[in-house]
């Protein structure tokens, strides 16, 4: 692929939030210790294992964070969708966050939630760390800053791009705990791809991204409203419904058997909960719809749509913090 120009490349933002893709090992066959082991680098490090970054976009490091995804929650969210829309104001013609793969699609999420200016975000990280052999990292990086840099994708949103795929943050899931191929879209597959030759878009989302652009502040996020993801099994009592309550949960994600159907005992459980003012959200815990069906709608339940219950509990949340009623939280889950 001949890249243009120096001098008219494209400004991209990369943003870089730990995770796989920020750390390095002594050992260049440690592709599982790692996390602990090994330490996590500055964005300036990273960078300069790939300089053919130089040749696709004029980049901008921002070090943001240097954590295991697992510790990015709705504090570090908010906080990078402020970052994002300071560096866009300064000019950024497009966004890469460099993000540990376990919440990468919860982050890319909500950002698809809060985000709906034209300018592209681009989610990546990696499977194996950039110290170790055939690591996927700095193709991973490569890739991403194509698709930012590139101008068919302005007004897609927030995507996820590993593995030479393209996906759209709302369908996006991580699939395998190893494999390069982990992010997947179960029913969907991605939107384009990324080839030697260029970017390749196939589909455009059809989902409206930014329904909370405007109605979230972040001041609120500091007091979202507790949800609770309640993970069906064979023989559950529903005794986790009724510890989610206990607690103060104003909202409860059943993540059932498919298509989307709790144990009788949840079931009991989550009408009591319902009866005492929480709203519910039924998922499934495979991939999927779970359909309007006529029991949900006459016990007041919402369909999850095709949202993973992760997914749900961000959406139902963010409904919640924006006072939404039941009829708008369904219709969230319709039409986001």
């Given at each position: 692929?001949?890249?243009?120009?120096?001098?008219?490349?494209?400004?991209?933002?990369?943003?870089?939030?730990?995770?796989?893709?920020?750390?390095?090992?002594?050992?260049?066959?440690?592709?599982?210790?790692?996390?602990?082991?090994?330490?996590?680098?500055?964005?300036?490090?990273?960078l300069?294992?790939?300089?053919?970054?130089?040749?696709?976009?004029?980049?901008?490091?921002?070090?943001?964070?240097?954590?295991?995804?697992?510790?990015?929650?709705?504090?570090?969210?908010?906080?990078?969708?402020?970052?994002?829309?300071?560096?866009?104001?300064?000019?950024?013609?497009?966004?890469?966050?460099?993000?540990?793969?376990?919440?990468?699609?919860?982050?890319?999420?909500?950002?698809?939630?809060?985000?709906?200016?034209?300018?592209?975000?681009?989610?990546?990280?990696?499977?194996?760390?950039?110290?170790?052999?055939?690591?996927?990292?700095?193709?991973?990086?490569?890739?991403?800053?194509?698709?930012?840099?590139?101008?068919?994708?302005?007004?897609?949103?927030?995507?996820?791009?590993?593995?030479?795929?393209?996906?759209?943050?709302r369908?996006?899931?991580?699939?395998?705990?190893?494999?390069?191929?982990?992010?997947?879209?179960?029913?969907?597959?991605?939107?384009?791809?990324?080839?030697?030759?260029?970017v390749?878009?196939?589909?455009t989302?059809?989902?409206?991204?930014?329904i909370?652009?405007?109605?979230?502040?972040?001041?609120?996020?500091?007091?979202?409203?507790?949800?609770?993801?309640?993970?069906?099994?064979?023989?559950?009592?529903?005794?986790?419904?009724?510890?989610?309550?206990k607690?103060?949960?104003?909202?409860?994600?059943?993540?059932?058997?498919?298509?989307?159907?709790?144990?009788?005992?949840?079931?009991?459980?989550?009408?009591?909960?319902?009866?005492?003012?929480?709203?519910v959200?039924?998922?499934?815990?495979?991939?999927?719809?779970?359909?309007?069906?006529?029991?949900?709608?006459?016990?007041?339940?919402?369909?999850?749509?095709?949202?993973?219950?992760?997914?749900?509990?961000?959406?139902?949340?963010?409904?919640?913090?924006?006072?939404?009623?039941?009829?708008?939280?369904?219709?969230?889950?319709?039409?986001?």
């Open positions: 692929m001949i890249e243009k120009a120096a001098k008219s490349l494209p400004k991209i933002a990369v943003i870089a939030c730990g995770g796989t893709i920020g750390s390095v090992s002594p050992d260049t066959l440690d592709v599982v210790d790692y996390p602990e082991q090994g330490k996590k680098v500055p964005v300036a490090a990273l300069a294992r790939v300089p053919e970054a130089a040749r696709i976009a004029g980049v901008q490091g921002v070090d943001f964070s240097a954590v295991s995804s697992s510790a990015i929650g709705p504090a570090e969210w908010l906080e990078l969708r402020a970052t994002i829309e300071r560096l866009v104001h300064e000019g950024a013609q497009g966004i890469v966050v460099l993000h540990g793969t376990g919440t990468l699609e919860e982050t890319a999420f909500f950002l698809h939630l809060v985000w709906s200016g034209a300018v592209p975000i681009v989610l990546t990280g990696a499977q194996r760390p950039p110290s170790a052999v055939s690591s996927d990292a700095g193709m991973n990086l490569i890739s991403s800053l194509r698709v930012a840099a590139d101008p068919a994708s302005r007004g897609k949103g927030v995507m996820v791009v590993l593995n030479d795929e393209i996906f759209p943050a369908d996006v899931v991580k699939t395998s705990t190893f494999r390069l191929q982990t992010f997947q879209a179960p029913g969907l597959g991605p939107i384009g791809c990324v080839d030697g030759d260029g390749f878009f196939r589909r989302p059809v989902n409206a991204g930014g909370f652009s405007n109605t979230i502040a972040q001041q609120t996020i500091a007091a979202w409203p507790r949800v609770d993801v309640v993970y069906s099994y064979a023989g559950a009592d529903g005794m986790m419904v009724d510890a989610a309550v607690a103060g949960a104003r909202g409860i994600v059943s993540a059932g058997f498919a298509p989307g159907i709790p144990t009788p005992a949840e079931r009991d459980r989550l009408n009591a909960a319902l009866a005492a003012g929480v709203v959200i039924q998922a499934s815990r495979a991939a999927g719809r779970v359909a309007r069906r006529r029991a949900l709608a006459e016990s007041g339940i919402i369909a999850g749509e095709d949202f993973s219950p992760q997914k749900a509990r961000i959406l139902l949340s963010l409904c919640l913090a924006a006072g939404f009623d039941h009829d708008r939280i369904a219709a969230a889950f319709r039409d986001c």
